[in-house]
């Protein structure tokens, strides 16, 4: 029997595509590009090099092999020898490659976030219904805010890693995009579903696998990655999944299905790293959602109480409380008055001295007893 990574065993992706496969769907994958894997043939639709300093492959490549495990993980296909496969095998892949042969260096997995807003802004031109950001950037910029706000704006789902913590980076550092408004944060779990302990604990919205994920590599096998990266990856699949099945839902409803249909995490609802949960790809698709806000109620206005009627409870309650203590009074008068009337003619007979029980009398009995009587002798025997 071919093994299923732990991840599509937690997922459960193929219970979906009776209902949705994705199709229709457009993901636009910006990171390191998206080489080609025959799990992905004919499932790449477009591809743009934005990075400098790449290689000579150009669009096409995938020094690092994250754009390549991310697109495995949305829509790889299908395949008896391994028992690996990608989330909406229906949906197409948008390759923005915003980062070369290496991260720039000092600056940990990130990049320059006009270059990010680069690959963003170009998914936006080709009509991406999904936009997943496995490369992060520490550093808010309009080009990059203004890329985000275009996307939201044309109703396009953007999914973004929240990235790893590092040791030395200083307190208070933000991912983008996912630190921006609308954007989906995603952190990642492990097999035991417990949150990864490099995963950054804010701007978590939603949790997926991110450890130990199988996926497509560059060239023509399989590898096994971590990190919000792919985490990313499974949102953004499920999110595939979700509007294929749920295609009059704007970007907003379809956030609120994958949020309201979140597995709770072990540490419960809104505990911090895991947001709303862990990803269900099947409740999202499934599930009955209300939509709408959730309406705030007015705030509670004290009523003006007359200060006549507050003398007239009080009078009430003084009255009230008389009476009860009449009642009592008279209850135990009764009570007194009963015991004298029943037990004070018996206490003057006695002479107020304690009663004795009588003595019991002795019974004579035989002294050579009469030999026990057979039970039913007086009846005739059977010859």
Not at 137 to 151: E, F, I, K, P, W
Not at 212 to 227: A, D, I, K, R
Not at 267 to 282: A, D, F, K
Request: negative net charge; hydrophobic residues 40%.
């Amino acid at each position: 029997m071919v093994p299923v990574p732990w991840a599509q065993q937690l997922l459960a992706p193929d219970q979906v595509w009776p209902l949705s496969t994705g199709a229709g769907q457009r993901v636009a994958v910006v990171s390191t590009g998206i080489a080609d894997n025959p799990l992905l043939a004919g499932h790449i639709a477009e591809r743009k090099d934005f990075a400098s300093g790449g290689n000579s492959q150009g669009a096409n490549g995938d020094c690092l092999g994250v754009g390549t495990g991310v697109g495995g993980v949305i829509a790889a296909q299908r395949s008896g020898l391994v028992g690996f496969h990608g989330m909406a095998p229906d949906a197409q892949l948008l390759a923005a490659r915003v980062v070369g042969d290496s991260y720039p260096s000092g600056q940990g997995q990130t990049v320059d976030p006009d270059t990010l807003a680069a690959g963003i802004n170009w998914a936006v031109d080709r009509n991406a219904t999904v936009i997943a950001v496995p490369t992060i950037t520490y550093t808010d910029s309009g080009a990059l805010r203004q890329a985000v706000r275009r996307a939201l704006e044309r109703d396009i789902v953007v999914v973004a890693a929240v990235g790893e913590m590092q040791s030395n980076e200083p307190v208070g550092v933000v991912p983008y995009p996912a630190g921006y408004d609308g954007v989906l944060g995603v952190g990642e779990i492990e097999e035991t579903g417990h949150l990864v302990q490099s995963s950054r604990p804010d701007r978590v919205d939603l949790v997926a696998p991110g450890a130990n994920v199988v996926t497509t590599s560059p060239g023509s096998g399989l590898g096994s990655y971590s990190g919000t990266a792919f985490a990313a990856a499974y949102v953004a699949g499920a999110v595939a999944l979700t509007r294929a099945h749920w295609p009059g839902l704007s970007a907003v409803d379809i956030q609120r299905r994958l949020l309201a249909t979140a597995t709770p995490a072990p540490e419960g609802t809104g505990s911090p790293g895991y947001g709303y949960g862990i990803v269900n790809p099947y409740h999202a698709v499934s599930d009955s959602v209300v939509n709408g806000t959730p309406a705030r109620l007015p705030d509670l206005t004290p009523i003006a109480v007359d200060p006549r009627e507050q003398a007239r409870q009080a009078a009430e309650e003084r009255s009230d409380a008389w009476a009860f203590e009449l009642a009592a009074a008279g209850l135990g008068l009764v009570v007194v008055v009963t015991a004298i009337v029943v037990f004070g003619p018996r206490g003057r007979r006695r002479r107020w001295r304690s009663g004795f029980a009588p003595v019991p009398q002795n019974r004579p009995e035989d002294e050579r007893p009469e030999p026990p009587v057979e039970l039913f002798a007086d009846r005739p025997k059977r010859t």
